[in-house]
């Protein structure tokens, strides 16, 4: 079993909806939790970050932390053509320590 | 600006070859990573670094080997290149862990080698 589940979808989306991505990890240990976004043929960068549970605002991107049920959560509010791209989270036990990942969801806003 | 480079973005090599990777950071970062990610598996860390001349192995070490002379560069060294290795190979790094406690210790990425062994 893996130590952080994603649904790889591929998800299609209208512009204009809002996104809901997910991941499910397994070790209580996690407490830094990141998601990237990783466009075609380009290295992922960061997008959000976020230490133990609650909630992180930036922009149109809401990213959340559950610890007590291991799951966290990307929201995309207005999503636009160019939200398109891979989406994965990440989390590690430490800060500066190795990262484990999801497989990523690959998402599609079409205009 | 980070920025993490790496030496080629395609490279197609035979089966036996020996295969080097390179990745250049120009940010003093003291920690690097390599890094392959292949459909339905994501990203697994091959191997990583915390200082020069230190290696630490990752998930996936096998096959695979490292070498870090200097601060700013990392190497991804392929023995005898295998069919299995084609996949895309991404380079990554960070700050050190003692100096920081937040999104600044993110990794950072380079653009990735897409690596096809015949």
């Known amino acids: 079993q893996k130590e952080v589940e994603q649904d790889p979808g591929p998800l299609s989306v209208p512009e204009g909806a809002i996104v809901s991505l997910n991941c499910t990890y397994s070790?209580?240990?996690?407490?830094?939790f990141m998601w990237y976004r990783q466009y075609s043929r380009k290295g992922p960068e960061l997008l959000m970050y976020?230490?133990?549970?609650g909630n992180k605002e930036d922009g149109r991107f809401t990213a959340q932390v559950d610890k007590s049920s291991k799951y966290i959560s990307l929201f995309i509010r207005d999503s636009q053509p160019s939200d398109s791209a891979t989406y994965l989270c990440?989390?590690?036990?430490?800060?500066?320590?190795?990262?484990?990942f999801g497989e990523g969801t690959q998402l599609t806003v079409n205009p | 600006d980070v920025k993490v480079t790496q030496s080629s973005r395609y490279l197609v090599k035979r089966t036996g070859e020996k295969v080097f990777l390179e990745c250049v950071q120009d940010?003093?970062?003291?920690?690097m990573f390599w890094y392959r990610q292949d459909p339905g598996l994501g990203l697994r860390l091959i191997y990583f670094?915390?200082?020069?001349?230190?290696?630490e192995k990752g998930d996936i070490p096998e096959g695979y080997s490292v070498s870090r002379e200097k601060k700013e560069r990392f190497s991804l060294i392929l023995e005898s290149a295998s069919t299995n290795q084609t996949s895309m190979y991404l380079c990554?790094?960070?700050?050190?862990?003692?100096?920081?406690?937040?999104?600044?210790?993110?990794?950072?990425f380079g653009p990735g080698t897409r690596l096809l062994v015949l």
């Open positions: 990554a790094s960070s700050l050190a862990l003692r100096e920081v406690s937040g999104p600044q210790e993110t990794q950072y």
């Open positions: 070790n209580s240990a996690f407490q830094y």
């Open positions: 976020t230490y133990s549970s």
């Open positions: 990440a989390m590690s036990q430490t800060s500066g320590s190795r990262l484990t």
């Open positions: 940010m003093d970062h003291e920690n």
């Open positions: 670094s915390y200082d020069v001349k230190m290696k």
